[in-house]
């Protein structure tokens, strides 16, 4: 029998959030997944029935039309915007391009770096992170020559947003050493007043976005990635074809632009309102639409918010064993689930 790479012994299985099984996807109210509550928006069908004209042929490998709107949206070439099948697609097309030694990643963060990173056996040098905050002191100290360092920005799980400050302070490091700064913006689209990392110089960064999580449609695999020219030219090489559906993009190319935008400015409101009583009655802060939570044994207390038709993530596999993680949804399914937590504290 043919054995497996040895990269590959002892990796498991990367955990997610919205793992809801058969019949009781309908039954469960899911915060495990950082979505849109108030998506899809209600523009999308259209863009589906377009699509269907278009089954009968491959998809354009290229996705010249989102990629042109991204350009347009971002004021940048063509050339320097790739889009993929998720964030999830992109992420080990990063680490097949450019990871020679090794990769630097948060202590607690987005698991499926790490896997990227074991696929290449690379040397994983793990950031400690004081107080649960990514400190981007010590991030700029530990890097070396041809590191490539994987950002949550915001993180995941933790909710903390790096400003342009602290991200300029890690991407000088990045130019200084000649390493490679990986910002993976999945959740930026929920953030209050987000700086515009794309106008920052991109030689010596790749930022990763999501419209799957922005525009609540987890289902539609739809993601993209901006930097030089020449770092888009190295992905594109390896990239499997045809990976984004005749679907995807057209669904893409239907959210990039000003109804999408106004869609997302209408959730940040809502989502801010929904975030005070949270707050309140927590005492916890986020920059996103997502906390964590000190609940003393995570998997007790997801088994137990379960049986009551909530779901939310058992934090342990970020390294947080004693964390739960959940979204911020519609108001009254925030104060469903404000209720039963409450029944684990006595603030």
């Not at 020559?145 to 300029?168: A, R, W």
């Not at 449609?217 to 594109?236: C, F, L, Q, T």
């Not at 000003?258 to 916890?284: C, S």
């Amino acid at each position: 029998m043919v054995k497996a790479r040895a990269a590959l012994e002892g990796l498991k299985v990367c955990e997610h959030g919205g793992k809801v099984e058969g019949n009781e996807r309908n039954e469960i109210l899911d915060f495990s997944g950082n979505l849109n509550p108030y998506g899809p928006p209600d523009f999308i069908p259209d863009a589906v029935r377009e699509a269907l004209e278009e089954i009968r042929l491959y998809p354009d490998t290229e996705c010249s039309e989102l990629r042109a709107k991204l350009a347009q949206k971002y004021d940048c070439e063509e050339k320097e915007v790739l889009v993929g099948a998720g964030v999830s697609e992109l992420i080990p097309l990063v680490t097949l391009s450019f990871v020679k030694k090794r990769v630097l990643i948060p202590k607690h963060t987005y698991g499926e770096y790490e896997i990227a990173a074991r696929m290449m056996d690379a040397k994983i040098e793990r950031i400690e992170m004081p107080e649960l905050r990514i400190n981007p002191e010590l991030i700029a100290e530990e890097m070396k020559p041809d590191d490539v360092v994987f950002l949550c920005n915001p993180n995941n799980p933790t909710g903390q947003y790096l400003g342009k400050n602290e991200i300029e302070l890690i991407l000088e490091a990045a130019e200084r050493v000649d390493a490679l700064a990986v910002l993976d913006e999945a959740y930026v689209d929920f953030v209050k007043n987000a700086f515009p990392a794309h106008d920052l110089p991109a030689r010596n960064m790749i930022i990763l976005r999501s419209l799957t999580k922005s525009f609540g449609m987890p289902g539609v695999r739809i993601g993209y990635a901006i930097s030089s020219g020449d770092n888009i030219k190295e992905m594109r090489k390896i990239k499997v074809p045809w990976s984004v559906s005749v679907f995807a993009q057209r669904i893409g190319a239907a959210v990039i632009g000003v109804e999408g935008d106004d869609f997302l400015a209408q959730t940040r409101e809502k989502i801010e309102k929904g975030k005070k009583k949270i707050e309140e009655g927590f005492r916890i802060h986020s920059d996103v639409n997502y906390y964590i939570l000190d609940v003393g044994h995570a998997p007790e207390v997801k088994r137990t918010l379960f049986k009551e038709g909530i779901l939310v993530r058992d934090c342990t596999s970020f390294g947080l064993p004693s964390h739960i993680r959940f979204s911020v949804r519609r108001e009254e399914e925030n104060e469903l689930l404000i209720r039963h937590l409450m029944r684990f504290f006595s603030i």
